[in-house]
């Protein structure tokens, strides 16, 4: 009789310990507390049977890492699925043209008698194409570098 007692009784404690083990909802506010305590934010906590899923949009793969460490550290949850995404890397616009420092350049390649040159300035650099006669050459180039810009593509030839 007594073996069944002890068996009654480990059945009894064993359902009783189950039974007081946290609710899902208590370890979600648990695992979002931790998120908190730790600075990671752009996380949501679910939690279903002890298994936490976590969702939202953070900056990087750090923080993703640490949102999935941080909730591991929660005692009561089993696993974590981490469907975090990250937040895209922004796309670098091209630098806009200058157009008062097209048209200044232009005006002080007119004067220098190189007028055949084409001239488009991108975030401070200048790009010269076009053909001058070679008698002018220098003083094209010259003109140009004394622009104050913050660098030339020269393409520009030399003609006859």
């Known amino acids: 009789m007594k073996p069944r007692v002890l068996t009654v009784l480990i059945l009894a404690l064993a359902v009783f310990?189950?039974?007081?083990?946290k609710s899902d909802a208590d370890l979600a506010k648990a695992a979002t507390d931790k998120l908190t305590a730790d600075?990671?934010?752009?996380?949501t906590v679910a939690v279903n049977g002890g298994v936490a899923t976590l969702t939202g949009e953070v900056a990087d793969v750090a923080v993703k890492s640490n949102a999935e460490t941080s909730v591991k550290s929660v005692e009561g949850i089993k696993s974590v699925t981490n469907n975090?995404?990250?937040?895209?890397?922004?796309?670098?616009?091209?630098?806009?043209?200058?157009?008062?420092?097209?048209?200044?350049?232009?005006e002080d390649l007119k004067k220098a008698g190189c007028s055949?040159?084409?001239?488009?300035?991108?975030?401070?650099?200048?790009?010269?194409t076009g053909e001058v006669p070679s008698a002018v050459y220098a003083k094209c180039i010259q003109t140009i570098q004394q622009s104050g810009t913050a660098g030339v593509d020269n393409q520009l030839k030399k003609g006859r």
């Open 116 to 128: 055949t040159a084409s001239v488009s300035v991108v975030g401070g650099k200048v790009t010269v």
């Open 39 to 43: 600075k990671v934010t752009g996380v």
């Open 84 to 106: 975090v995404t990250t937040k895209p890397l922004p796309v670098a616009t091209p630098a806009a043209p200058d157009p008062m420092l097209t048209g200044k350049i232009t």
């Open 17 to 21: 310990m189950n039974a007081c083990g």
